[in-house]
């Protein structure tokens, strides 16, 4: 996208539209459209940038008329776009840029769409569930000269960045394996997604944060280069959220094995569920620890923060174990209500990289400045090509134990192609991405 191509660069104004309505959007979307809707993104390359929620699409438009209502004198009215062809009404708002927050099977349509529509676009995560899926939106977005990034949320904690920090520096050397655990309450499951988890896993939508986590912490930002994924295993439990020989899961266990240059092993097992009692205590229950040659990091979300209970008021209404650095509602001492943490910061990051490319200079060094933002690994499409593969090859193991045949396992970039399931005591074997990973 030029400058002529809807943007103006007089009055640097980015419209944003938002494809899906759900708690996704709820927590960490709204909050950035109302603060910008107040104060505009600045920096010194760009000056100020008007960002505005410019249009919404979903397939009913019940929760868009709701925030219409909701935020009525708050921030100038959306465009509410709703039904089959919402995705094309949207484009058809003139917005700028797409935020696409639906349930991961629906990422793909959605991000294509825009993408050829010369949008720049955001996916909340996993991007997509296929390599080849990854790869056709990676060449859209070449091909149109826009960005293509990827929201997740759990590399801008501040526990995070300070282990790849230690990483980074060499104070935490050569990882040798380690272990996470991200278990949800049923509400998950039974309510809030209910809709779409049939034939679904909750390896696939919450693992992803720790699949990238490792892949960029101990692998796209390690200071040894040679870092390669080898080869993907996992198992789940059913019966509770579906039926027991069905292919919707309530846990799910992954294991992921990375190879170091000097070919030592690192490997990494990471649980999921969304079957947790609703009472307890944490909401969601989050740790992990990671093991070095010469330490070890562990981290626990309930832990490190905040205990409460109010009298009708917790574990339902208000959370026993707050996170307030991913989300939270302050009173400032200065008197201002605000709302932040890092949930909202890696969209409002999305907003800034736009905006360096479009406003930061002149259309003619336009190339460079998309080809600086395409750089960062953390959040580029491009570079989420193990966390895909990752997911790919979880879903396709899942699938296979739902059909009666456990225990098979992934080899990434082996002798059969980029990424392969093998069945244990058969030759048959199963091509999931033929070309290298």
Known sequence: MNSTDGFNASSKVLRVGMVGLGMIFDETYKPVFLDLAHSPLYSPA?????????????????????????????????ENCHGDDSIQKLLASGVDAVCVATPD?????????????????????????????????????????????VVYHKLADPDHKKLRTHYAD?????????????LEPKQISGKQFAEWIVGRNPGTYVAVHYIKLIDF????????????????SATGQRGLVGSADGSTWDSCQLQVTYRHPDNREATFDIHTSWVM???????????????????????????????????????????????????????????KRSQRGYGLEVIRRFFEEVSFVEFAGPSSSRQERLQE??????????ADRNTVAIVQAMEAILAEQAKGNPGCQVLVNGPDGGLVLYKPGKIERVVLHSSRV
Not at 119 to 134: D, G, M, N, T
Request: hydrophobic fraction near 35%.
């Open 46 to 78: 760009t000056g100020p940038v008007d960002v505005r929620w410019t249009a919404a699409a979903s397939r009913t438009g019940s929760r868009g008329r709701n925030y219409l209502q909701q935020l009525k004198n708050i921030i100038p009215p959306f």
């Open 105 to 149: 099977d629906r990422h793909f349509e959605a991000a294509k769409i825009a993408l050829l529509s010369g949008k720049h676009v955001l996916i909340e995560k996993p991007s997509v569930l296929s390599l080849a899926e990854l790869e056709q939106l990676q060449e859209i977005a070449d091909q149109k000269k826009v960005l293509a990034k």
């Open 170 to 182: 060499n104070i935490f050397r050569h990882i040798n394996n380690g272990y996470c655990s991200l």
């Open 217 to 232: 912490t101990f692998g796209s930002s390690s200071v040894i280069p040679g870092w390669e994924l080898t080869r993907v």
């Open 277 to 335: 009692p609703d009472n307890f205590p944490g909401y969601v229950e989050q740790e992990v620890q990671f093991r070095f040659d010469n330490a070890i990091w562990n981290a626990h979300q309930r832990k490190r923060g905040v205990e409460m209970a109010v009298e009708n008021r917790t574990p339902d209404e208000m959370k026993n174990t707050p996170n307030y650095h991913y989300n939270g509602s302050f009173l400032e001492p200065w008197g």
């Open 373 to 382: 933002m395409r750089g960062l690994t953390y959040n580029d499409l491009s």
